[in-house]
């Protein structure tokens, strides 16, 4: 069974939408991490944050913001006022606290149009 | 600072060729990890180590080998290519592991198996 469900494959959006990213997780540890990456056009792998799952706390950076609902197993990436270097496709992954492996998300195809 | 540096970039192979592929960084990480990245789905882990001198089995490790003979580098076999491992590969590394540091990526290295 997969473990991290990125149900969009592909985006698109006007330049200055806000737009939502969705992840969904399956684990049964009670500690687990989560984590969103970011892969441009260029193609490397952009780390962009890291939850553990006892802190339900929303976390704002700039335009980016996550919601982590640990009630609907989400963990939920949403970009205010897009733009279009925000094209990329982003990453949703879990790790858990037993095992050594990082678990990807099929990832989500953002395109910022103009 | 290189962080995490992968070659070659590309590599064209004939089927039943062989290749290596080597991952190296200079951050001290114990962890470091081998992915493959196919479209729609995702980063798969192939192989990952622990530790210098330790490796262990990701999920599609068939057809590839690998080693940790330094702390700083981890290689990639390929014995003999097929059209099915075309793909994009992804090293990385990390501090303490899954369970509390995030990844660091390399740039990549794009093989195609004619």
């Known amino acids: 069974a997969q473990k991290v469900t990125q149900a969009q494959t592909e985006i698109s959006v006007v330049e200055k939408e806000d737009v939502t990213l969705d992840c969904v997780y399956e684990?049964?540890?009670?500690?687990?991490?989560l984590f969103w990456y970011k892969q441009p056009p260029s193609g490397e792998l952009v780390f962009l944050i890291r939850?553990?799952?006892?802190?339900?706390q929303n976390e704002i950076s700039g335009r980016y913001s996550w919601n982590f609902q640990k009630s609907t197993s989400s963990f939920n990436f949403t970009i205010t006022a897009s733009q279009v270097v925000d094209s990329a496709v982003y990453f949703c992954?879990?790790?858990?606290?037993?095992?050594?492996?990082?678990?990807f998300g099929t990832g989500t195809s953002l395109t910022v149009i103009p | 600072n290189a962080g995490v540096t992968q070659t070659p970039k590309f590599r064209v192979l004939k089927t039943g060729q062989s290749m290596t592929l080597l991952c190296a960084q200079d951050?001290?990480?114990?962890?470091m990890y081998w992915y493959r990245q196919d479209p729609g789905m995702g980063l798969r882990l192939i192989h990952y180590?622990?530790?210098?001198?330790?490796?262990a089995k990701g999920e599609v490790p068939d057809g590839y080998n690998v080693s940790r003979l330094k702390k700083q580098n981890f290689l990639l076999g390929l014995e003999s290519a097929a059209p099915s491992q075309t793909s994009v590969y992804f090293c990385?590394?990390?501090?303490?592991?899954?369970?509390?540091?995030?990844?660091?990526f390399g740039n990549g290295t794009r093989l195609t198996v004619t």
């Open positions: 990385a590394s990390s501090y303490e592991g899954a369970r509390h540091s995030p990844l660091h």
């Open positions: 684990t049964r540890d009670t500690t687990y991490y």
């Open positions: 939850r553990n799952s006892f802190d339900e």
């Open positions: 992954a879990l790790s858990e606290n037993t095992g050594n492996q990082f678990y």
């Open positions: 951050m001290n990480h114990e962890y």
């Open positions: 180590s622990v530790g210098e001198g330790t490796t």
